[in-house]
């Protein structure tokens, strides 16, 4: 359309009245995709200065039927601008250039367009290539045989029209905003679940007000590092996060084979339970011995491997009750209360380097269990509790 829409001004100009020497080497393209025709007034230079018509800088582009030898000749150049532009035209439709093309080749260049194309513009393209030059369609009506048919739309229709345009987007756009919304509150679950157990997240989430929840009969786990703070004296501050960062990191990814949740880590001490949030009935002994055993496997070599002092210290007591709840508005925290945080807490205080320290109701219901061995250590003094027979937990063979 924007070759027909130039041919049409140059044709309407009072004093240009037609190009002349039109053809696709004069179809320039914007940076806006847009064609502009360019070469205006090349014939008239030629005839002005009585140059020979073959030291034209592209020659004899087009045979026209009408021109004979030559095309200066001619006064009325409109319908050669017709057959160029149809010439042109043709170009587009079959992709292929037909300068220095006669007649007869671009009536078969039309013929053998694809049916759909031939069908819409074949007669329109073969009335520009008429041999009688007064035959030739105008610009006026190439540009409504080219023109989409479109469809008188009443001013209500049309308003109609827009506003269910306007809502498809609306929909697309609150779709797209919905799907973000999602996103950006799955990646928020993933924070909170991080910190705050599952129930406890869907509880807020709800805005229910936390209660705290009473456990029966728990597991936990402690575990230290000995000679961590002379590691901590002996290097940098930064080497410390990166270590701590490094064992808790491997922490947390030997905890996920198991039944255990992670309370918390302070400095070097890690803090888990079994049996709570989601109780287990009796297993959450088990479940945390199964897991300190694999701590003891894991980290006996690799914290040497930082520090030939260093070794891993780990106790475990079960007993209830136990009571969990949500501490705080400000960065809340899932925190345990009651005598068996501290009497686990004990447990590892009271153990030795690369050794898993137990209390006996631990032991009792571990003892049939014939992945583990208990073995007796005898009566120690445990700080809050008096006298305690104690054993140390080794796993057997067959583990």
Known sequence: ?????????????????????LCSYLCGITNHFGLKICGLGCDRLLQYTGLNR??????????????GETRVQITDRRPNDIYAAGAICTEIFTERVVLKSD??????????????????????????FDSDATRRPTVKKLKQAFSPKRKKVTVMERLLQRLAKYSMELEHLVGLKTQ??????????????????????????????????????????FSDIVGFVQFVASVTPYQVI??????????????????VYKVETIGDIYFIV??????????????????????????????????????????????????????GLQRPRYCLFGDTVNTASRMESCGEPNRIHISPMTTELIRNNTAFRCVLRGSILVKGKGEMTTFWLEKRDLL
């Not at 359309?1 to 020497?21: D, E, R, W």
């Not at 030291?55 to 004899?60: C, E, K, R």
């Not at 959450?284 to 690799?302: D, G, M, P, R």
């Open 1 to 21: 359309m924007n070759l027909l829409q130039g041919v049409a001004a140059i044709h309407a100009h009072p004093t240009i009245k037609f190009h002349g020497s």
């Open 274 to 327: 079994s049996g709570l949030p989601v109780r287990n009935g009796i297993t959450h002994a088990a479940e945390i011995c199964y897991t300190a055993v694999t701590f003891l496997q894991v980290f006996s070599t690799k914290l040497r491997s930082f520090d030939e002092s260093m070794a891993i210290r780990i106790g475990i007591h079960t007993e209830g009750p136990c009571i969990a709840s949500v501490v």
């Open 103 to 128: 007649r007869e080749h671009l009536i078969t260049l039309v013929a053998n367009l694809p049916p759909k194309e031939n069908l819409k513009y074949g007669a329109v393209l073969l009335s520009c």
């Open 180 to 221: 973000e919304l999602l996103l950006e509150r799955s990646k928020c679950d993933e924070i909170l679940l991080h910190i705050l157990p599952a129930a406890v997240v869907e509880a807020l989430r709800k805005h229910e007000k936390i209660l705290p929840e009473p456990f029966d009969s728990v597991t936990i786990m």
């Open 242 to 259: 990166e270590f701590l960062n490094t064992v808790h990191g491997l922490s947390d990814k030997i905890i996920c084979d198991f039944d």
């Open 54 to 67: 073959g030291t034209h800088l592209l020659g004899d582009l087009f045979t026209f039927p009408e021109s």
